[in-house]
C-alpha cells in the first residue's frame, strides 16, 4: 500500500504480499460468513500467518522507506487479524473455560467500531494513492459497519450479510491489487492499470 508519487522502494516493494494475506484471509473468512464453510476453526491459521503475519512483514519494508500510509496500514489490520484469531480460540476454549464462559462478544464489537473509525481515516489516505487501493478501503468500511452492528446487536441477521458481502468484494479487490503489484513491477509496464489517484486533497496555498 503505498503513495505511487512519494514512496520509491529500494528493496522489494511489499504491496504485493501484503495485499496477497488481505486477500486470502478474507476470501477464506467471508465464505465462513457467506455460509458457504462452517465454523471459524479453519480460519484461524489463515488469520494469523497470511493475515497477520504476512501484512506485519509488507509493514516492516514500508517501514524501512518512511510509508507512514503503507506501514500504518499493514499494521493495523495486520494485528487486526491476529487480534481476531486469538478472539475465536478464546471462544473455541483453547485458554482454557473460564474464559471461554466470561468471554463477551459484544467487546469485540466495540473493537470493530474502533476499527471502522480507523479505515474511515484511512480511507481518505487512500485517495491519494491509487484507485484499486481506495475502493479496497471503501469496501472495508462497509466490512467493519456489518461487524460492529451485527455483533452488538442492531439488525445482527442483515448486517452480517453486508460484511459477508464486503468481505468477499474486498478479497477480489486486494487480488487484483496484488497482481498488479507484482506484475507492474515484474514487466516494468502498466499490464493491469490501477487507477491514479483523486488529487482532491491539496496542501493550502500560502498567502
Not at 491509487?130 to 441477521?157: D, H
Not at 479487490?173 to 492499470?193: E, I, M, R, T
Request: no cysteine.
Amino acid at each position: 500500500m503505498k503513495n505511487e508519487v512519494h514512496v520509491k522502494h529500494s528493496g522489494i516493494d511489499p504491496t504485493a504480499i501484503g495485499l496477497f494475506g488481505l486477500a486470502i484471509v478474507t476470501l477464506v473468512a467471508s465464505s465462513q460468513k457467506l455460509g458457504w464453510t462452517d465454523s471459524v476453526s479453519g480460519v484461524i491459521s489463515w488469520a494469523v500467518i497470511l493475515g497477520g503475519i504476512g501484512q506485519i512483514i509488507a509493514a516492516f519494508y514500508d517501514a524501512k522507506v518512511k510509508n507512514v500510509f503503507g506501514a500504518t496500514a499493514f499494521f493495523g489490520y495486520g494485528l487486526f487479524w491476529i487480534a481476531t484469531a486469538f478472539s475465536w480460540m478464546i471462544q473455541s476454549g483453547v485458554f482454557g473455560n473460564a474464559l471461554q464462559v466470561s468471554y463477551d462478544p459484544k467487546q469485540i464489537g466495540f473493537a470493530f467500531v474502533g476499527y471502522l473509525i480507523f479505515t474511515l481515516f484511512m480511507t481518505i489516505g487512500a485517495l491519494e494513492t491509487n484507485k484499486v487501493l481506495f475502493f479496497i478501503f471503501f469496501f472495508i468500511n462497509f466490512l467493519f459497519l456489518g461487524l460492529s452492528l451485527s455483533t452488538l446487536g442492531f439488525l445482527p441477521e442483515f448486517f452480517h450479510n453486508v460484511a459477508a458481502i464486503a468481505e468477499l468484494i474486498v478479497s477480489i479487490l486486494a487480488f487484483y491489487g496484488s497482481a498488479a503489484a507484482l506484475l507492474n513491477a515484474h514487466f516494468g509496464f502498466v499490464f493491469l492499470p490501477i487507477g491514479k489517484k483523486f488529487n482532491i486533497i491539496k496542501a493550502p496555498q500560502n498567502k
